[in-house]
């Protein structure tokens, strides 16, 4: 999953994304209003995490903006500030969710999770699909009640088809989700990852959708 920091708090930020990356996220930080409109305009995230206090653009503008654009990623507003009524500007404004400072880690990553999980259609943390099980909070997969090693990479991709499960995913789609902005997209790694997987998993469990991309279905399906 792939994940905007619009913060200009330099440590913070800094904290914010080693943080993540961490839990296993692609993330792109972005110091003031006017490049986190921009990256949120024109990249594709999972969820955002957006300050309110930026220079240039204030974060308020920036998220009203993006959803009068029509982006509708999952959006957290993270702010110092603490009155009822800049809480309920931030979700009027199109806000998904609020934390303010400071915070625990650990509190940030479980409601990033659930607004991910809710956007994508998922209301429990355990996400399954057929006897492949991953859990979003643990970070295991498990295959008939086995636990299967997955690396970093390998993980990321399975969890945003097990996210999206029922749905055909582009190459192009999965490396804008799994990879930050810095990633090199011309990359053939998406057919390593998926033929890994299908050994740990086996191989029926993604499905090649020529021309179009992948899916993961339910066995039956």
Known sequence: MRVLIVED??????????????????VDLATDGEDGHFLGTTESYDAVILDLGLPEIDGLTVLDRWRRDGRVMPVLVLT???????KVAGLDAGADDYLAKPFQSEELIARLRALIRRASGNASSELIAGDVRLDTRSGKVTLAGEPV????????LLSYLMHHKGKVVSRTELIEHIYDQDFDRDSNTIEVF?????????????TTIRGLGYSLEEPGN
Not at 80 to 86: E, N, Q
Not at 149 to 156: D, F, P, S, V
């Open 80 to 86: 110092a500030r603490d009155s009822w009524s800049d």
């Open 194 to 206: 998926v033929t890994r997987i299908r050994k740990k998993l086996g191989q029926d469990v993604i």
């Open 149 to 156: 090693k997955l690396t970093a990479q390998e993980y990321k």
């Open 9 to 26: 708090e330099p440590s913070l930020g800094a904290q914010l994304r080693r943080t993540l990356e961490g839990a296993g996220y692609a």
